[in-house]
């Protein structure tokens, strides 16, 4: 039964190492539940300290987190079911339980690939994110994301902008979403995808919580893309836990002098795959999963690097002109008012162009990945946006 299950991931102090032991000797929760501390004992790494935990049988958090689930929607996918994934299941420390909001995937038919990368990351680190999430997506494979700010939300934005599927695995209840700017994403992606957590309803984020959570966000994953980091960096963690794990780890080569690529160029150094493009990972599935994958040729995306953007600022070229009403350029209602209501030379702020226009802010967050994927407007530091083309009517 569930509430056994619960029980026994609940318990406070018990680590994740001695329930997955106590389930290969016992079988099931219930029996553990049943068991008296001398057959514990008996369980392979038990301490009489661990033993001791097992000897609260209190079931009311279990009950209570039983009606959580079901007055949020959520359900439960233990170790043993059959829709647990495989992939998951075989590396060192699986979790026993996880909670689910959305449809889950068949994650071991799928290209899943995780894309990690810095909070605090660039311009450069955005657009990449949006530019690589959109081509895995369009490309093909699953996007799996640990929805923080920064790069994980950038790659999850473009892979849902290109029709795919996202898996969302965060380190808090589902019921809580963090960070608070990312929680029109996070029902975005429980509507076309999944969200995943090892954490009951109602559990706020914690420190601890993130780098146990990527050994989940790796394990999913054939592979782990990692955009922008930092000398030190969580993403770096989920990297390395990836290698241990025995899957892919690729990186995006930064600047050699930028603080946030660091972490990426030294990945690179070390043996991990150079991306510039979504197909650079896909390509090393194709033959596995050749009914999935496919190499498409999307609309330009707008340059991502650095040297790049500094040329064209040097040499300001006339832009091009465009009638956002043109049907050949297919764009929405909302895409059309906020490229008319960009600048062309002074950035505007998010807030500014939502006050300006009235269009909600979920839509205009959604309206401006597509006309920056679409190489019509361009993003600033601070989330300040300029249109890179000239209006005609």
Not at 53 to 77: E, F, K, N, V, Y
Not at 256 to 263: E, Q, R
Request: net charge negative; aromatic share 6%.
């Amino acid at each position: 039964m569930l509430k056994y299950w619960l029980w026994l991931t609940n318990l406070r102090g018990l680590r994740n190492q001695t329930r997955l032991a106590l389930l290969r000797h016992f079988g099931t929760p219930e029996d553990i539940y049943y068991a008296d501390e001398g057959e514990l004992l008996l369980t392979e790494g038990m301490t009489r300290e661990q033993a001791a935990l097992l000897a609260d049988h209190d079931l009311s958090a279990a009950d209570r987190i039983l009606a959580d689930c079901q007055r949020l929607g959520l359900t439960l996918l233990t170790l043993q079911d059959a829709a647990y994934p495989g992939r998951l299941k075989n590396i060192y420390d699986p979790p026993c339980l996880l909670y689910v909001k959305g449809r889950l995937p068949a994650f071991d038919e799928e290209a899943a690939v995780a894309v990690v990368g810095t909070r605090k990351c660039t311009p450069y680190g955005v657009a990449a994110a949006e530019k690589l999430g959109y081509g895995l997506a369009h490309g093909g494979a699953l996007v799996v994301s640990g929805l923080a700010s920064g790069i994980d939300g950038a790659a999850a934005r473009g892979a849902l902008r290109a029709g795919g599927t996202v898996a969302g695995v965060v380190g808090n209840g589902l019921d809580v979403q963090y960070p608070y700017e990312n929680r029109y994403l996070y029902e975005d992606v429980a509507a076309s995808g999944v969200l995943l957590s090892e954490y009951p309803p109602g559990t706020r984020p914690a420190g601890s919580h993130f780098p146990v959570r990527n050994r989940i966000l790796s394990g999913l994953s054939l592979a782990t893309l990692v955009v922008e980091a930092p000398e030190r960096s969580g993403a770096l963690i989920t990297a390395g836990t990836a290698l241990e794990q025995g899957r892919d780890v690729f990186a995006v080569p930064g600047p050699i002098d930028a603080p946030n690529s660091v972490g990426c160029n030294q990945l690179i150094r070390d043996g991990a795959g150079l991306v510039s493009e979504a197909w650079d990972i896909l390509r090393e599935y194709e033959a596995r999963f050749p009914e999935k994958l496919r190499r498409t040729q999307t609309r330009s995306h707008p340059e991502v690097t650095g040297y790049q953007a500094r040329q064209r600022a040097e040499a300001k070229p006339v832009p091009p002109a465009v009638d956002p009403a043109d049907p050949a350029l297919g764009l929405t209602d909302d895409q059309i008012v906020l490229l008319r209501a960009l600048p062309a030379e002074e950035p505007i702020q998010v807030d500014d162009l939502i006050e300006a226009t009235g269009i909600p802010t979920r839509r205009v967050l959604s309206a401006l990945t597509v006309l920056e994927i679409e190489n019509l407007v361009i993003q600033h530091s601070g989330k300040r946006y300029t249109r890179v083309v000239s209006i005609t009517e």
